[in-house]
């Protein structure tokens, strides 16, 4: 349980679950963040070393998935691009889009359940330049992580009540994005087999 590993090792507990919670490892993020804010609340923890800390581990995870993604992406395009139909085209076109619009979906990206594993990997492997990616994301994710610190702070004993019902939306955002993230790739297939008959 999170909250064991959080009491045992403190500050440097919650940056690295939160760091590994961001990279895709199967960690309650909100409800880690609350539970520290409950901490300060107990005056257990401190605000502003919490605060430090859920920001390090939220950066330090975003930046890992970012160059999962710019290095993982392409050695996996190369290794099985013929078989994933990935062609260099694709990732210059995505990283167009990130250039354009999707950039914002960095910064907006973390406060959408099932969304902000998704958004560093996939500006990562559309070769976003690190500057920009830095820009909207990092700002994003320390904004998220402090302001559910802060929720923790102020429902005090109630945390873990709100964590469960926000848990429940990241579980149903999360298959939401999947099942949409299955249809485009059903609708790509359907229109890769009609151009190659």
Known sequence: MFTAWVMRYGYIGISTLLMFGIVGLPVPDESLLMFAGYLVYKGEFRLLPTIAAVCLGSLCGITASYSLGRFGGALLARKFGRYLHLSE???????????????????????????????????GMSRLEYPV???FAYPGGALWSSGFVTAGFFLGRGWAETAVRIHKMAALGLGVALGLIAAILLIYWRKSRRRRS
């Open 89 to 123: 085209e694709k990732p210059g076109k995505a990283h167009e889009w990130f250039s354009r619009v999707g950039k914002w979906a960095l910064f907006i990206g973390y406060f959408i359940p099932g969304i902000r594993h998704l958004t560093t990997y996939a500006a």
């Open 133 to 135: 990616f830095a820009l």
